[in-house]
């Protein structure tokens, strides 16, 4: 049971104690400031490219509240299921921007309204 | 109730003899039993006559998809129907009186647990086998070289197409006559169906045309159903389909000496029913009262085709069926009296209707609808001889009929109204038509002694004067016989003798009709013309051809098959006809009142009435439509082509021959009892269709449309829009979690 824990115990050495709530709220502060500003930037703006900075900074603000949970809990869960975010994250990035590039040359414009007729 | 006491006098006499009652130790049975004690195996140069034909189909079929512009599909056929006949001779010929089976492949061989079901592609003969395969082969090959003239007008694709169908024709109608099984017979049936729906539809850019050959198949349909349930019977109660088996079934042959000894109770009633089934098939395809609608109609096709299949040979397929079934019917206490009435009545309303057409080639489909009806009274009479001799005959003389008129079609360019034709004889060129026209016209009309088709038509005459109760039958037949006598004779005075006059038909075979020119048959038309003539002629010989001890040469052909059996009826038929039978003076003689016709025997009163009836209707027919002077026997007085003695009684007889010329609208009483009725059912049917179902189904295809309807305006196309439904959702969803939590931690 240990053996097969050994690496994950191995990264908890550098924190033997848990985190106290004291500590953890600023991280969340900071985690649900980042995530409202994300929100009220894509609710506002109009400029696609402007709207996918904003979903990043969503997503570093889920992220960074994962990590703090994870130091606090002193869990490995965390900062893995991060790694794998900040993959996909990535990646998506690649797509997202190549769809804002074709979506541009369709109308010569980065306005999000521009696509306003494909509605229901 | 007419019917059971008509059949009980039918089977009288036989009640009489039965063993016990009369002394014989013989049932009545035993020649059933003995025809197929020992059934042999027959050598395979047999399959020639039924793949010849064949492979003339896929010959023709070949020529017509190389593209072949010549006579080669003709001669082809020609050649490979007549080595089909030479074979069909050779096999009479080497007959030695044993029936025997030829087999082909494996069909169908199922066994299950003790029972089987086989049906092999097998081929059973015997003298009704071969009797009737003789005049199948001999009219093909004749009305092929026939039809390499009638037919040249369509050299090229329809050329081919009409020989393919023609040799599938013969193939079919081979499977059809010699199959060993029903199921080889329904076979057949179908094949020759099949033929002659191709075959009446071969103008097929003439709408009447096309509707004629649905006609025909769709009222054969009607009575292939009840083939088709009458062979299910039979195998279903006797638990074979194949006739070696079936005929030597013990179960059969203490049914057929029940029915002799008129005991029908003790068969049972399905055993009974086989035969009403299989004669409703018969009703179908040899075109009687009800189903006979089609046959007048068929004529739409080349008249080769009405000649071979709608006159010759198909359509007395239905013959065929129940005089091979003869033990079945036998056994049926009400199917041979209703096979009699059926073809008489069919024979008068059809007389009826021939003798007010116009149309020569209708007269002659009517004509044989009520040759067909005598048949049929005369299998009904038990006289499966007399009506297989009239078979034959009929078909010579009646596809000599057909030829006649299809070369007088093909020379004025389809004209058939005898109103518009006049003195056909007397043009260049068509003196033969005209002979082998009077010969056929003779035949048809059954003139005494001098006529093949009068001795086949006494024999069925005789006998329903010598059947007790069946006199009236008699009585019918003998003036349908005048009826025939006028009518035929009819055709003749006014087509082929009187002035000449001819005006050009509407022409519907492919010639130029701007460029009429009436041309005279060709040597090919003529020669055939000569055989049938001759035939026609010298089949009086085959009455004289062991007439003491079979009635005739096709007595002897039928003796010796199902089609008959040796009963003590028949001995005492003989006793009656007052013929130096021996056997009718050792065996029962139990039948105490021969019919006695005009105070003579049977035979001698049918000349004297039938005959007379005969000479009588063809004067009645010169008087009403024969030309002036020699030619109309000094009785007519026609000058014109479509004036005659006759417009005057027609005129005076008010709306009578209006409605026989229109067949006494029964395809109009048809339309409106079978087919409106089932318009309007297919109507209904359509639009429960249409509504119910396909609503059904656009309902479920409707309803998404309606709950998308009420959904869609939330997709408004505002990218913000979808982002605040998304972070409201959101909101909603934590609103939810947190109230969870807070009420779980309170309650805790």
Redesign the interface.
Known sequence: MMHAFESIQLAQLAFPTEMSTSVLAPYLFVSAAMFCIGLVGFLTRKNMIIMFLCTELMFQAAGLALIAFGRHHLGADGQTFVIFVLCIAAAEAAMALALVVLLFRHRESLSASAWKELNG | MMTASLLNNLLAPLAMLAPGSSGSDEPASAHLAHMTEHVGTGPKWILLIVFLPLLGFVFNAIYAASGNKSKLPAWTTIALLAVAFLATLSMFLSYDGTPYTVHAFDWFNLHYGEKSFVANFSFYIDKLTILWMLFVTGLATLIALYASEYMSHDIGTGYCRFFSAFGLFVFSMSCLVMGDNMLMLYLGWEGVGLCSYLLIGYFYKKPSAVAAAKKAFIVNRIGDLGLALGIYLTFVHFGTVEYAALFSNETLHHYIDAAVAGDFSAIPSEAQWIAMLLMVGAFGKSAQFPLYVWLPDAMEGPTPVSALIHAATMVTAGVYLIARFYPLFLVSENALPIVAWIGTITALLAATIGMAQFDIKRIMAYSTVSQLGYMFAGLGLLSTTGAAFHVLTHAFFKALLFLACGAVMHGFAGQLDLRKLSGVSWMKGWGIVGITMLIGCMNLAGLPYITSGFYSKDMILAEAFVTPGYRLMGWVLVFTAIMTAYYTFRVFFRVFLGDQHAEPGEDFHGDDTNDFHPHAPGWAINTVLITLAACSMLAIALAWIDKSAYHGWVGSMVADSTASFHSPYAVSLAAAHGEGNPAAVAGPVGYGAPGKVLGMDPHGGMIVVSGLGAIFGVLVAAFFHGPKGWQGLFLGGRTQADKCRMDAIAKRAGPIPRWAENKWFVDEFYAMVFVTPLRVVSHIFHWIDKLLLDGLVNLFGFLPRVL?WI??????????GY??SM?GGLAVLLLVVIVIVLRAGGAA
């Open positions: 998308a959904i869609r305006p939330s997709q408004s196309g505002v990218l913000q982002a605040v972070a």
